[in-house]
């Protein structure tokens, strides 16, 4: 792992980093980290799934947001999840990570700091390595 990702993990306690390793956290780290580093052109010519798919600003943007708080550690967890983007840009960003959206469970009426929304508890599954994972992304609700 790289000396970012050890020192973010090692600031949690041992029962987070497993349910990290479980939600193959750090291969979303690297994925991310590279995504954030040579940008969405370069990233979908050295892909193998040619990923992103899109070229819309907005949802690159999202995709970018959404690297960020990867990175940060986030989305993961049910307790941390990944927010401020679009629900079509959390299945954009799990599918530019090679995974294929299985179901998604929400939670309505939740408050994220001050903010009340929902959590969409999204099951996946990785292409390749047919490993089942669970993200977790928030949307404000609207006013």
């Known amino acids: 792992m790289s000396d970012a990702l050890d020192k973010l993990m090692d600031t949690w306690p041992d029962e987070l980093q497993l349910f ?5 956290f750090p291969y979303m780290y690297s994925k991310a980290t590279n995504y954030l580093k040579i940008g969405p052109v370069l990233y979908r010519e050295s892909d193998s799934f040619k990923q ?8 690159l ?11 940060e550690g986030k989305g993961f967890s049910k307790e941390s999840p990944i927010e401020a983007i679009s629900v079509a840009a ?3 960003l799990m ?4 995974f294929r959206f299985m179901s998604r469970k929400s939670s309505y009426g939740v408050f ?3 903010q009340r929304g929902v959590i969409d508890h999204m099951i996946f599954e990785h292409l390749m390595h047919k490993q089942m994972v669970t ?7 609207k006013k």
């Open 20 to 24: 990290a390793l479980d939600a193959m």
């Open 52 to 59: 992103p798919k899109s070229n819309d600003p907005i949802l």
């Open 61 to 71: 943007g999202d995709l970018q947001k959404g690297c960020l708080q990867i990175i």
């Open 90 to 92: 959390s299945y954009a």
């Open 95 to 98: 599918e530019m990570f090679h």
């Open 112 to 114: 994220l700091e001050e």
């Open 135 to 141: 993200w977790h992304f928030f949307t404000p609700r």
